[in-house]
């Protein structure tokens, strides 16, 4: 069975200061993988995606990942941060042949918090 | 456009009790599913449905019934509700299996 861990359960950063969440997820064939942002009380919404092609992926908000295969990796980054960004993040695997988007493993999560 | 709808967003059952989380979406999405959310553990599926009359099992599916009458609609059903039950509850739509999911706001379910 597919698994994600999330490295970090807590990450504090200072804004304006660059960020990284890591991902790593336990899979040995094709994978689909997701970033979703739940701000305080809501659901989730997607960050970015990974299904094929370039490896690095741009999202919104500024936020970027870069899926790396050999290290069956895929950390979420962002050069600078905002207040606005305070927010848990889950990183999640899904198999393309085997329901691909809709049947998600997600990570544990990770709490990011900046500070002004 | 209302997107994905949940209700009730908060409920507090006694042991034994039965209830039904009702989702509703008006995105003509044919994907849907449920997930449930515990600290520490980031989000469970429960069930999922990729079209109305087909619906299948997910990660932890115990205590949980669901059917797909519509495209609309995806009730999850606790026929006995228990302690560990207690979590907070989203049901979630896509268009595709490589589309975006999106999710409801959540209910939050406490049984005692």
């Known amino acids: 069975a597919q698994s994600v861990t999330q490295l970090d359960s807590q990450v504090p950063v200072f804004e304006e200061a660059p960020v990284e969440l890591r991902c790593n997820y336990s899979s040995s064939v094709s994978v689909y993988l997701f970033w979703y942002v739940q701000y305080p009380n809501q659901g989730l919404q997607l960050l970015l995606k990974?299904?094929?092609?370039?490896?690095l992926v741009k999202g919104i908000n500024g936020f970027e990942a870069e899926f790396n295969k050999s290290q069956t990796s895929f950390h979420l980054r962002k050069p600078s941060v905002h207040i606005s960004d305070t927010a848990e993040y889950f990183c999640a695997v899904s198999d393309p042949r085997r329901g691909g988007a809709q049947k998600l493993v997600f990570g544990q999560g990770t709490r990011l918090t900046i500070n002004p | 456009n209302a997107g994905v709808t949940q209700t009730p967003k908060f409920q507090v059952l006694k042991t034994g009790q039965s209830m039904t989380l009702q989702c509703a979406q008006d995105?003509?999405?044919?994907?849907m599913s449920w997930y449930r959310q515990d600290p520490g553990m980031g989000l469970r599926l429960i069930h999922y449905?990729?079209?109305?009359?087909?619906?299948d099992q997910g990660e932890v599916p115990n205590g949980y019934n669901v059917s797909r009458s519509t495209t609309e609609d995806f009730p999850l059903r606790l026929l006995s509700a228990a302690p560990s039950q207690t979590s907070v509850y989203f049901c979630?739509?896509?268009?595709?299996?490589?589309?975006?999911?999106?999710f409801g706001e959540g209910s939050r379910l406490t049984v005692l």
């Open positions: 995105m003509n999405h044919e994907y």
């Open positions: 449905s990729v079209g109305a009359g087909i619906t």
């Open positions: 990974y299904l094929s092609g370039s490896t």
């Open positions: 979630a739509s896509s268009l595709d299996s490589t589309g975006e999911l999106f």
